[in-house]
């Protein structure tokens, strides 16, 4: 009952890479090799994020089980400051490694249509994150079918957003292989969209809300967060 719609949502984490890398090989062998290329070194970094907010669900849990709400809500709004905190770090480190791209070995017109790729894709780190720290709530306390939903929307809805904009239809510009990586970060956006608006507007949640979230940061809990999820972080990679 709890641990399925996990593991779906997880799983799903990588099926708008895989949707990238389908609708590239459409378009030749250069694009699909350039997708490739950019969702991998994309990917290091995305699957860092991933391991390092996955421990937020067991704090969740305690917080629950003992039947502190607003400790949980209170927890969910640090959670979210380390998530923007380590996806603006994560860009950082990103665009600095781009004159490193051409050391990887890829022939001229890969690297060139990768990086392109690369430069758009890089973005949605930031509205993963953010999707991933609310998804550990909502796993966490038990309504593990609410992120997974969203994710599962959000993979079928990928599909058809890279045929829309890599071909041009309906009015949208024809953008090739970026409109691949552009349809992924407004999938990624709006999942993440959903996923808060959910959370915060749903009755069942308020209970969590009652305190207001402010500017005020409980550095203890954020070292809590860090300890744990960043030894998780590098075991995800390895």
Do not use: C
Not at 25 to 32: K, S, W
Not at 38 to 59: D, Y
Not at 75 to 98: E, R
Not at 218 to 233: A, E, F, M, Q, T
Request: glycine fraction near 12%.
């Amino acid at each position: 009952k709890l641990s399925g719609p996990i593991i779906i949502g997880q799983v799903g984490q990588f099926g708008s890479g895989r949707a990238d890398s389908g609708r590239g090989g459409a378009l030749g062998a250069v694009a699909l090799g350039a997708s490739a290329f950019g969702n991998s070194v994309f990917a290091i970094f995305f699957v860092f994020g991933l391991g390092l907010l996955s421990p937020l669900s067991a704090l969740f849990a305690h917080s629950a089980g003992e039947g502190t709400y607003p400790h949980g809500g209170k927890l969910l709004q640090h959670g979210l400051l380390v998530a923007l905190v380590i996806s603006v770090m994560m860009i950082l480190i990103l665009y600095a490694s781009l004159p490193l791209l051409p050391h990887l070995g890829q022939t001229p017109e890969i690297l060139q249509t990768g990086t392109s790729f690369f430069k758009i894709i890089m973005w949605s780190i930031v509205p993963s994150m953010i999707y991933q720290t609310y998804k550990q709530f909502t796993d966490g306390i038990g309504r593990t079918k609410i992120g997974m939903v969203v994710m599962l929307i959000g993979v079928v809805v990928n599909v058809p957003a890279n045929y829309i904009l890599i071909h041009g239809l309906y009015g949208f510009p024809r953008l090739g292989l970026n409109g691949s990586a552009t349809a992924t970060l407004i999938v990624r956006i709006l999942m993440a969209a959903a996923l808060v608006a959910y959370v915060h507007l749903h009755p069942q949640f308020h209970h969590y809300m009652k305190e207001k979230w402010t500017h005020r940061f409980d550095h203890y809990l954020i070292k809590s967060v860090l300890r744990l999820g960043i030894p998780n972080g590098f075991t995800f990679l390895f």
